[in-house]
């Protein structure tokens, strides 16, 4: 097991090569000069090229790639253009709250959007299945950031019961969390019904109605436990769909994140913090992708039987 | 005492989806006794996994209706038997096998969970630890080592899933197993050891089993008497030696019989039955075997044949008789 | 001779039949023709959105004397703050999302069948690295390539353009690959090389048709989520820049005035809901009428 979580994470590497060369290239493209932008209009041609050479900006391309990656392996991603200061200390403060909040987000879609998938799929062609699936179908048409402002609208400008921004407490927490989830739950409901139809109709239910079994039995012990291993899959790959509606959804909620400093670093032009914060988006998709795949090799029998 | 254990009688079955109906059983009548091995024989589309899911109570829900008749469990009739009892029936008393063995098991569940589970079902009174012992009793009675209890279905081969789904079924030693083509998705060779086991173990349980398959050449091997099937119903019956070597014969059967080529003679052709069984949708009045009989007459066409008996054992559905 | 002019007629015929009865399917279901309907009914809006409201009169010029009006009998949908007509400004939004979402599928559909088939059909060393490259894209939450991008290239109808067709390039090559894959593996395809066929007329005639359907789907769903993208941008700023009227800008806008004026914020959002369901139903009863047996 150890040897294939090893044999992940060094695949892990040359795709997060892949990714700095990639966003390194990109931002390369961005028109204009960071030395003339961080001096203003004003400064002397001198000056900027002054700054230029101490920027290192006119080096060769690649050498610069490299130039980068070395500083960003002992954890140096640059100083912001904006602020000069570095831009791991921006990074550090603001992760641990997309974190949260994407956790969060991810937590409430599993524990609504999968008991809403079953109970569909077991009470098929019923009310409750026509329901669920016509709230699936709304929630998976609604902008996350609406949806957003359609709460803050109802829960804090209207009644005043929740807070619409910052996050000092905990409470102050559920609406963006509850937001985010919204496109995952609709995933999850439609994704678990759909796999637990297909369940099923499987010939290892119709031996266990053979047997004797009643329809809980059916539906907890032999169902369930091969319909979520898709479901399991798909919530990996719907991690990164999650990570962008954050960056959004922090905004709607005013969110001191990791997708706020993307976003005003985007409108200030300021590439290093750009780069260094899509860079940690990147990778935390990766690690919550490699997380789950590992949590599949443990709870689908016939991959378990090959690496264990 | 009467010998009987099972007794359909004037079975209807139909289908019904938003586009036809299908008639799928019509008027069937069966008997099988205890301990007795009876062969189901017809074509693809007879109607003879549709029986036995009848008798099962396991028919598609919505689509799948019984329109008429008698499946008597002793003095139970199981068409009138509530879904909660039934469900004590399944597995104890009567239990199914079916074709596919590598569709049949739950693949996140060992073998060993999966043959308990019916233990757990209906032996309510046994303990864990006698339950496990059971399961090891089991798997050496089909021929599987006992330590591979743990193990999934997906590290077995078809022949050994197929032993497992026999486990099953026979774990609560019931009185009647229904096998739906228990062979047919399997290698000649397994085939051969798999009945081989079936044989032995209905003779040590007497466990009473209708055998469904296409097969001849099984039938031979393992039953007592045969049943043959077409469009529905039930058109000849008899013992095994009625049917294989008697005289008599229902025109269909005569054809069933000449269409196996034989290895001691040359031919240059096969000799199927001509033409295809009628639109299940769309069943004629008289005979369903009309427009392909090779013996049939004026009546065949406008009136339902009745069971005639040749003798005591041997029963045919024709004008003919 | 003759047998075969008869076996190519009966192979069109059946070809007319086979698009009739995915039609005829696709009628039946009672959500996916509302979707379809409802999509027309906005792509006409949009189309001829000239010949209903005047763009410059009234979405665009302010009047501030007019502004905050409920809706009412003069204005359906009432005006923003600078007095423009909000029922006016949906529907030349529209045009920018529908067309924004269309050229962008066309463009991550093209370039990503190139790149998929290429992979798919060749394999081997061309196949890994193609894939290898994707992987990196896709690594890369798409609704943040699409940031980056804009963040290099800067704001506009054009560079969103190039975001986001960008951003959906990988997912196209990844569906084409695997559609070519699926089909590659049938053993028709191995019955036609066994007859000496070419290799580009086994893509035309054997793999495209069987291919094209779930392509078609997905086409469909990924403009779904190209709008609902775009209107994203456009709500943090990096999209569409005013006066341009775009939904998700409308409500970026609206959101200051939310607590006195929630019309603001309602009816542009239920636009968007409305171009992302009608296409989402468009997109799942294809799928349905594709292949019935997925249905029950």
Known sequence: ?????????????????????????????????????????FATQEDVEKLREEMGLNENFFIRYINYLKDAVRGDFGNSYNTNLPVMKDILARFPVTLRLSFNGICLAVLIGIPVGIISAVKQYTIVDTTSLILALLLAAMPVFWLGLILILVFSLKLDLLPSNGIDTWIHYILPSLTLSATSIATLIRMTRSTMLEVIRQDYIRTAKAKGANERRIVFKHALRNALLPVVTVIGINFGVLLGGAVVVESVFGIPGLGTLMINAVKMKDTPTVMASIMFAAMLAGVVNLAVDILYTYIDPRVKTQYL | MTDKLLEIKDLYVTYETDDAKVYAVNGLDLTVNKGETLGLVGETGAGKTTTALSIMKLLPDRVSKINNGQILLGDIDLIKVKETDMRLIRGERISMIFQDPMSSLNPTLTIGEQIEEVLELHEKDMSKEQRGRRVDEILKLVGLPADRKNDFPHQFSGGMK???????????????????????????TI??????????????????????????????????????????????????????????????TIGLFGSIPDIHKATKRLNPIVGMMSDPTNLPEGCKFYDRCPKCIDICKTEKPINKGINDTHMIKCHLF | MAEITVLAKKKHVKKRSQMKSIWFRYKKNKLAMFGLILFITMTLVAIFANFIVDYEQVAIKQNI??????????????????????????????????FVGLVTVAIALTVGTIIGSVAGYYGGKVDNILMRIMDVFLAIPHMIMAIAIVAALGQGLFNLLLAMSISKIPQFARIIRSAILSVKSQEFIEAAKACGTKDSRIIRKHIIPNAIGPIIVQATLHMATTILGIAALSFIGLGIQPPTPEWGSMLSDARDQMRYYPYLVIIPGIAIVMAVLSLNLIGDGLRDALDPRLKN
Not at chain 2, 163 to 180: F, G, K, N, Q, S
């Open chain 2, 162 to 188: 197929q032993r497992v789904v026999i486990a099953i079924a026979l774990a609560c030693e019931p009185e009647l197993l229904l096998a739906d083509e228990p062979t047919t998705a399997l290698d000649v």
């Open chain 2, 191 to 252: 085939q051969a050891q798999v009945l081989q086991m079936m044989r032995e173990l209905k003779d040590k349980l007497n466990t009473a089993m209708i055998l469904i398959t296409h097969d001849l050449g099984v039938v031979a091997q393992i039953c007592d008497k045969v049943a043959i099937m077409y469009a529905g119903e039930i058109i000849e019956m008899g013992t095994l030696k009625n049917i294989y070597e008697g005289e008599k014969h229902h025109p269909y």
């Open chain 3, 65 to 98: 004397s007019n502004k905050f009006q409920v809706p009412g009998k003069d204005h359906i949908f009432g005006t923003d703050q600078y007095g423009r007509d909000i029922f006016a400004r949906i529907i030349y939004g529209s045009r920018i999302s529908l």
């Open chain 1, 1 to 41: 097991m150890a040897k294939y979580i090893l044999k992940r994470l060094l695949m892990m590497l040359p795709v997060i090569l892949g990714i700095s060369f990639l966003l390194f290239s990109i931002m390369n493209l961005t028109p204009g000069d960071p030395a003339r932008l961080r001096l203003g209009e």
